[in-house]
């Protein structure tokens, strides 16, 4: 059984289109993430959930809208896509947000590149 | 906001020797400070994390030791074997926070 899934898993678009990825755990946890990867590896967090309310929001543009219609998805979208969001994007869940210590299980990655 | 910074960023080795990878991080109110391991195209998983009321914690050829004052933690791998060949995240995340802040990455590689 797959912890946390998301699909899909590679997504090729032309600058300017809308896109969804979507995620969904079956740990029973409460809290879902949305790291994004770059070319580079750099591992950076966009936004956390905590049973379906929004905890944690950085400075991503606002083309970028998550949405969890219950704690055990959520889903990204993204507007007018543009070159520089071409990265890989991994959801996360973990059982606890503050102050209890929570490993973040991660899904496969959805690898999207903007043409 | 919390800044970590991790070193080296590429590190090669021949199997059976050891690595070490370094991380620092800015707030001193992080108390909790894992490890991940990405092999290529595979998701980021947990190897070892360690908590600020602990100075050294080892699993068999794993170890991770925190000093709070410098506010720097470091991975130790012994007998490295090809399979260890991975990128290699620190983390650290302030109590009471619910984000989890990655150090830049370490592209591991044992050679034989």
């Known amino acids: 059984d797959t912890a946390v899934s998301q699909t899909p898993k590679y997504l090729v678009t032309q600058m300017g289109n809308d896109k969804s990825i979507k995620c969904e755990q079956n740990?029973?946890?409460?809290?879902m993430y949305w790291y994004k990867q770059d070319s580079k590896k750099f591992l950076k967090i966009m936004f956390s959930?905590?049973?379906?309310?929004?905890?944690i929001n950085e400075t991503v543009p606002n083309r970028f809208s998550p949405k969890s219609p219950d704690k055990a998805h959520l889903n990204l979208h993204i507007n007018s896509l543009e070159l520089g969001d071409s990265a890989v994007y991994f959801c996360?869940?973990?059982?606890?947000?503050?102050?209890?210590?929570?490993?973040?299980?991660f899904g496969e990655g959805s690898r999207l590149t903007v043409l | 906001g919390e800044n970590v910074e991790q070193h080296p960023s590429t590190l090669s080795v021949q199997e059976g020797d050891s690595a070490v990878i370094k991380c620092t991080y800015s707030?001193?109110?992080?108390?909790?400070f894992p490890w991940y391991k990405q092999e290529l195209g595979k998701r980021p998983q947990l190897i070892i994390d360690?908590?600020?009321?602990?100075g050294e914690k080892k699993d068999q050829r794993i170890a991770v030791t925190l000093n709070k004052t410098a506010k720097h933690f470091s991975l130790h791998i012994t007998e490295t074997q090809p399979e260890d060949s991975a990128v290699y995240f620190c983390?650290?995340?302030?109590?009471?926070?619910?984000?989890?802040?990655f150090g830049t990455g370490t592209q591991l590689k044992v050679e034989l």
């Open positions: 707030d001193s109110a992080s108390n909790y």
């Open positions: 996360a869940s973990s059982s606890h947000p503050a102050p209890v210590t929570g490993e973040l299980f």
């Open positions: 983390a650290a995340k302030a109590g009471g926070g619910n984000k989890l802040t």
């Open positions: 959930y905590n049973n379906k309310e929004l905890i």
């Open positions: 360690i908590r600020s009321n602990v």
């Open positions: 740990l029973g946890h409460d809290t």
